[in-house]
């Protein structure tokens, strides 16, 4: 159900479930009640029918973050692979190494381990 106020673009949209949920979207100002759209930047089917409505071009409301431009931009250098480790340039920094392995503590054993004295079979 969406009320279109033609000042700036306002709907109310009721959303059918259990619980009946209502959003409100103010297209003019890009703001909506459905925090997913704020967040991600990925249209719902409420803001999709409502720019249908409308007449609106939803690629206009897309992100700069997702237009190809902004990818082409982002990935336009070139980035050089690193060559072998023994053409790298030293440093007079010290090496980088891993942390020390530390061994967990185990769980403990069901059955007691033998001293080698008792490992003998007597004879009896």
């Known amino acids: 159900m969406c009320n279109n106020c033609s000042t700036n673009q306002l709907f109310e949209v009721k ?3 259990i619980i009946g949920e209502k959003f409100v979207m103010n297209l003019d100002k890009r703001e909506w009640s459905y ?3 704020m967040v991600i930047g990925i249209f719902c089917c409420h803001l999709l029918s409502a720019m249908k409505f409308l007449n609106l071009n939803e690629v206009e409301f897309i992100l700069n973050c997702f237009k190809k431009k902004t990818y082409e931009t982002v990935y336009a250098q070139i980035i050089y692979p690193i060559n072998n480790q023994h053409l790298w340039e030293i440093t007079s920094w010290h090496d ?3 942390p020390p392995k530390k061994r967990l503590p185990e769980r403990p054993k069901k059955n007691r381990r033998l001293e080698p ?4 079979k007597d004879n009896t």
């Open 15 to 17: 959303h059918v479930s």
């Open 96 to 98: 980088v190494l891993p």
């Open 35 to 37: 925090k997913k759209w």
């Open 117 to 120: 004295w008792e490992l003998k």
